[in-house]
């Protein structure tokens, strides 16, 4: 049973930074590609930031130089770090597995930025 589970979401300042953790069982991590997507209320999911098997990484326009996504294979999870909090970056997030057909979605955790 494939598994993704997100943690370290929370409510904070703008300008703070928070970490979000995405812990996968079930699948041979290494060989997918996670990425963090969010929704905000009443807005349509977005994708946030990709880190590829090889470790390539790609981000949204919006979140650029703010956000880095990582990996650890060796714990089968996926980070991002998210500094310079903005109240836009209020939303759930939620991380992603890809692997050719193989797609698979955590529960999404929430996130809440203070002005």
């Known amino acids: 049973q494939v598994q993704l589970v997100e943690s370290g979401g929370g409510l904070v300042q703008a300008g703070g930074s928070l970490r979000l953790s995405c812990t996968a069982s079930g699948i041979p991590f290494s060989i997918y590609a996670m990425d963090w997507y969010r929704q905000a209320p009443g807005k349509q999911r977005e994708f946030v930031a990709r880190?590829?098997?090889?470790?390539?990484?790609n981000y949204a326009d919006s979140v650029k130089g703010r956000f880095t996504i990582s990996r650890d294979n060796a714990k089968n999870t996926v980070y991002l770090q998210m500094n310079s909090l903005k109240p836009d970056d209020t939303a759930v997030y939620y991380c992603?597995?890809?692997?050719?057909?193989?797609?698979?979605w955590g529960q999404g955790t929430q996130v809440t930025v203070s002005s």
């Open positions: 992603r597995a890809i692997f050719t057909r193989h797609d698979y």
């Open positions: 880190i590829s098997s090889g470790r390539s990484t």
